[in-house]
Each structure stands twice: as structure tokens, then as C-alpha cells.
């Protein structure tokens, strides 16, 4: 299933704008580092802020559409309930209703950490073959 917007169901989340600090695409979990630019959220089952990556439609991007470090990234600062179209890491293997952690590369994984999860599967989601290494599948999460 493609889709080619970040945020599937749900208005509760906040949009935002920053410079990001390396290539981000839409539908990454990120987070700010200490120059006070986006990155790709960096500790895995690490405590997280609900913030995805978002498709610059308003300039004609899609959600394939990769920023470079220096870009200006919107995004969305979610609220429980939002259902984004996020990544889900290769080797991972989810069910619908499973609670989802960052991979410490700005996808998703289950969940195996102390921090609080951040997402569930809204779906059932296999990536564990047919994914190049480092890469990714789309899938429904839904904020928690």
C-alpha cells in the first residue's frame, strides 16, 4: 500500500519546521541533537518524542521524497492516537497491536527497552525478509 502523506488519520499533532542535521525522509522517528537541528532519533530503546518526519507537499513532495542535511524538515509532534505512515526496520516482524521502540536509525522496532514505547502496530507488519540491510518497510503505527 503507498501513500504519499506522513500523517493517515488522526489532528491531533503539531506542526513544525526545522533544519535537519543529515538525509531524513518522511516517516522518520527524529529528535533534535545539540546544535538544535533534526536528526533521525539515535538511541535504540531509547526514550522518545512522538515527532515523524512529513512530506513537503506544499513544494511537490511525497513521502519518498528524502531531505539532505541543511533542509528545512516539517514534521509532526504527535499526540496518542495519530496514525503515522512510518518505517518499520529491517529484520523486524510485528503484529497488529504489538508496541514499537525506535532501532536507533529512525525507523521503528519492537519494543525491547525501559523507556516508554512510542508507537503500536496498526497493522501486521513483516520486514524481516526481502529488506536490504539498514533498509526499511511502510507500515501503520499508531501513537501511543
Known amino acids: 500500500m503507498a501513500n504519499n502523506t506522513i500523517i493517515l488519520r ?30 533521525k532519533h539515535s538511541t535504540s530503546n ?5 515527532m515523524f518526519a512529513l512530506e513537503a507537499s506544499y513544494v511537490g513532495g511525497g513521502s519518498t521524497t528524502a531531505y539532505i542535511s541543511g533542509d ?7 499526540s496518542p492516537g495519530t496514525i503515522v505512515w512510518a ?5 523486524q516482524n510485528v503484529a497488529r497491536g504489538d508496541y514499537l ?6 525507523a ?14 496498526d497493522e501486521d507488519a513483516n ?3 526481502g529488506i ?11 501513537v501511543v
Do not use: M
Open 10 to 39: 488522526g489532528d491531533a499533532y503539531t506542526s513544525r519546521e526545522d533544519r535537519c542535521n543529515e538525509a531524513i525522509t518522511p516517516g522518520h522517528l527524529i529528535e533534535f541533537n545539540a546544535n538544535d537541528r533534526v536528526q
Open 46 to 50: 531509547g526514550k522518545a518524542a512522538a
Open 72 to 78: 528545512r524538515v516539517p514534521y509532526a509532534d504527535c
Open 87 to 91: 518505517h518499520l526496520a529491517s529484520g
Open 101 to 106: 521502540s525506535s532501532n536507533g536509525a529512525g
Open 108 to 121: 521503528l522496532a519492537a519494543y525491547g527497552g525501559s523507556a516508554p514505547p512510542i508507537c503500536q502496530a
Open 127 to 129: 520486514a524481516s525478509a
Open 132 to 142: 536490504a540491510a539498514g533498509g526499511t518497510l511502510r507500515f501503520r503505527a499508531r
